[in-house]
């Protein structure tokens, strides 16, 4: 196994996965919900009333924080994320993610963020289930070179 040592950012990743337990920590404290990004953009789909405005704001947040951190970080520290695939590989990947979120009732961070932090069983299957589907999958794309 190789390992991309210019794309391997051990403390990038460590600081986000802090960020995101602490946000999801906040959330489920404050608001008593789930911090899953599906769940919160479906349940704009269709939107109940009382319950929109902060959807709306979390996502507007979530689109937003980009253009923030390139506002605030210098332009030598960003680095353009490189992804070796179509734009049709793309959407079809989006695809196929939306879908498995609406079967396995929620997201990566719905379940392997906040449902394994509550020990939920059906996280800890749905995690794994997701996970190990990932691993095929790039095993098949980079060892087998099928596509």
């Known amino acids: 196994m190789n390992i991309d040592w210019t794309h ?82 793309v959407v079809i990947a989006g695809l196929l993610v939306g879908i498995g979120t609406r079967y396995a009732s929620g997201c990566t961070s719905g379940h392997g963020v906040c449902g394994l932090s509550r020990l939920s069983p059906r996280s800890l299957v749905a995690t794994v289930s997701f996970m190990s589907a990932g691993f095929a999958m790039v095993y098949v794309m980079r060892h087998l070179a099928i596509v």
């Open 8 to 89: 391997f950012t051990p403390m990038a990743s460590l600081t986000g996965g802090i960020i995101l337990g602490i946000g999801s920590a906040i959330f489920i404290l404050f608001n008593g919900r789930i911090l899953g990004i599906s769940g919160i953009l479906g349940g704009l789909l269709p939107p109940k009333v009382g319950d929109t405005t902060w959807r709306l704001a979390f996502l507007l947040g979530l689109f937003a924080a980009p253009t923030v951190f390139h506002a605030v970080v210098p332009a030598e520290y960003i680095t353009a994320p490189r992804i070796d695939a179509t734009d049709m590989m």
